[in-house]
């Protein structure tokens, strides 16, 4: 589900108003993660902390464009990304999101967030990729604590290389259990899922 409400002070006012600082600095795909991704391996850690971190690191043998409109449309998120259960676009403009949405954890009460995001396209090692950071809105809707991270969409031959990684402070203590599931199903289930949002697309 996804709507776009056009409210033009509604981005920056929320921003003002979360005054949100956490971030994590991208850092750029290194060649043994391309040569690792393109072989068909998924590279997944996830840690356990004060703030947990998971990554995901895979190939997707689907256009680098179509791959990364994928991303880019968060409001439809909810389609293909693992345990995503709702995703409402709030504002959206070319390279700036607001999206708000719910997340389904095992064992535990679903997870609600308003994220914003930024869109940029840098360039690594003489490779232009897609890169969106996002940031947690500390509104009355969320239930969480912090959650900030991003994509990176980069591409290999004729597919892509893509790169998701998420902070998280579901604002309880975290399970091994729940560490698990995000190794086993949530991370690897993003490479899969991108796959197959862009062939229902097309």
């Not at 006012?13 to 391309?34: D, G, Q």
């Not at 700036?96 to 967030?113: A, E, K, Q, Y």
């Not at 996002?134 to 991003?150: P, Q, R, T």
């Not at 259990?177 to 490479?191: H, S």
Request: proline share 4%; with cysteine.
């Amino acid at each position: 589900m996804h709507r776009l409400v056009s409210t033009s002070l509604l981005l920056s006012a929320i921003a003002v108003a979360s005054l949100a600082t956490a971030t994590e600095i991208p850092t750029p795909i290194t060649s043994s993660e391309y040569e690792a991704a393109a072989s068909g391996e998924v590279l997944v850690q996830a840690e356990r902390g004060e703030i947990n971190r998971g990554q995901v690191i895979g190939f997707v043998d689907r256009p680098v464009e179509s791959v990364a409109e994928i991303v880019i449309a968060v409001g439809d998120h909810d389609h293909w990304f693992p345990d995503t259960r709702e995703a409402d676009v709030l504002e959206q403009t070319e390279t700036t999101n607001l999206v708000r949405g719910t997340t389904h954890i095992p064992v535990f009460r679903d997870r609600r967030w308003t994220l914003t995001g930024d869109y940029t396209q840098p360039t690594y090692n003489g490779v232009s990729c897609h890169l969106m950071e996002y940031d947690y809105v500390d509104d009355d809707y969320g239930n969480m604590d912090a959650c900030f991270g991003y994509w990176l969409v980069c591409p290999h031959e004729e597919g892509s290389v893509v790169k998701y990684v998420i902070n998280a402070d579901l604002g309880m203590w975290l399970p091994q259990a729940i560490v698990n599931w995000a190794q086993r199903r949530m991370l690897p289930g993003i490479i899969t899922g991108l796959a197959e949002r862009y062939d229902e697309l097309h």
